[in-house]
């Protein structure tokens, strides 16, 4: 065989194939399927004890995998966990971190790790703490950190080697409602500069508008097709509310529209934006009165509930 037929052709950011991982007799990881393109954030979601963060560390280069394939930034973190680690930012849900030395010393000394030189280092990680808001503490010892200035010190580390892969374990917790706005503005940012993101978390409603693909995992397995399907139809369904609920259920029936009964409106299946620019005109040229017309809630959550959750 030639060295062009045994390459597979992998142009994706991260690609997982049949990976598994078992702690004893704990199965973790069963089978996990997944590829993130760059310049895009995938959701990676599910219930508690699922495998995410096991699946997370594998991806890493933090934990080998009893079987399966893996490809990050083009290499294998088994044989290549140096160009992995170069290639990869990650976050992990606790930051274990140095409590006395300062929050600029912190990001220096992992700059300093990457091989950053000083200067260089020490000035990058001024500018990685003024992203994220903590130029205030850039001198303080970072035991005086709140549980949310942690987690922005702990994205501004996974930052310091301009990652092309992006790893996000669950970045939202303890997060308050204005930083974890920025945190989803943020994330998409790094996207649009070119990386790959796969960013775990349980809110759902806050995912909807981060991502822009979704890969649900249950006992240990991801999901594949289904789930997606179950994402792309979930993200069909519009609810409408009118000021007469009468005359709306009227104006659908009378042209041939189908509709679900919601609590104070209806929903209907609507194909895209465009589809929903005309579906309203056309109500409101019925003389319906809406006063709300939007998707059914977020998409990604619809398709959770309807998942055979399994906590563990
Ligand atoms: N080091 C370990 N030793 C033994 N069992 C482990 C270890 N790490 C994880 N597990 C088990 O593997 C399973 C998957 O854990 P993991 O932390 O990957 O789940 P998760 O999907 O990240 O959960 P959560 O949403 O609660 O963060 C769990 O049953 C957990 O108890």
């Known amino acids: 065989m030639s060295i062009l037929e045994e390459a597979p052709p992998m142009t994706e950011a991260i690609m997982a194939r049949g990976v598994a991982r078992a702690f004893g007799s ?18 990676l979601i599910g219930p508690n004890g699922c495998g995410k963060t096991t699946l997370m560390l594998m991806l890493a280069g933090l934990l080998k995998p009893d079987a399966g394939e ?11 966990s140096a160009a992995v680690r170069a ?30 030189p000083q200067a260089e280092a020490r000035a990058k990680g001024l500018a990685l703490l003024h992203r994220v808001h903590l130029d ?40 308050d409602p204005r930083s974890r706005v920025e945190l989803r503005e943020f994330v998409r940012e790094i996207a649009a500069e070119g990386a790959a993101v796969l960013v775990s978390s349980h809110v ?9 693909d979704a890969v649900f995992m249950s006992k ?20 409408v509310w009118a000021l007469d609920e009468v005359k709306l259920r009227e104006a659908l029936t009378g042209g041939n529209v189908p509709f679900e009964e919601a609590e104070g409106g209806v929903i209907v299946s609507i194909a895209d934006q465009t589809e929903a620019a005309y579906a309203l005109a056309w109500l409101v040229g019925q003389g319906v009165q809406v006063h709300r017309f939007g998707p059914a809630g977020s998409a990604l959550e619809q398709t959770y509930m309807a998942m055979d959750e399994e906590r563990r």
């Open 26 to 43: 704990v199965k973790a990881v069963q089978n996990a399927t997944l590829s993130v393109q760059a310049g895009k954030v995938t959701a």
């Open 204 to 212: 759902l409603a806050e995912l909807d508008e981060m991502v822009d």
């Open 87 to 116: 290639a990869i930012g990650w976050m992990p849900d606790q930051l274990g971190s140095w409590d006395n030395l300062t929050c600029l010393q912190t990001l220096t000394l992992v700059g300093r790790a990457y091989r950053i």
């Open 136 to 175: 205030e503490f850039a001198d303080r010892p970072t035991r005086v950190l709140s549980r949310g200035q942690k987690q922005r010190l702990s994205l501004a580390r996974a930052l310091v080697n301009d990652p092309s892969v992006l790893l996000l374990d669950e970045p939202a917790n303890g997060l």
């Open 70 to 80: 893996i490809r990050v930034a083009g290499a294998d973190p088994r044989t290549d």
């Open 220 to 239: 240990g397995s991801t999901l594949g097709d289904d789930a997606a399907a179950m994402v792309a139809h979930a993200r069909t369904r519009y609810r």
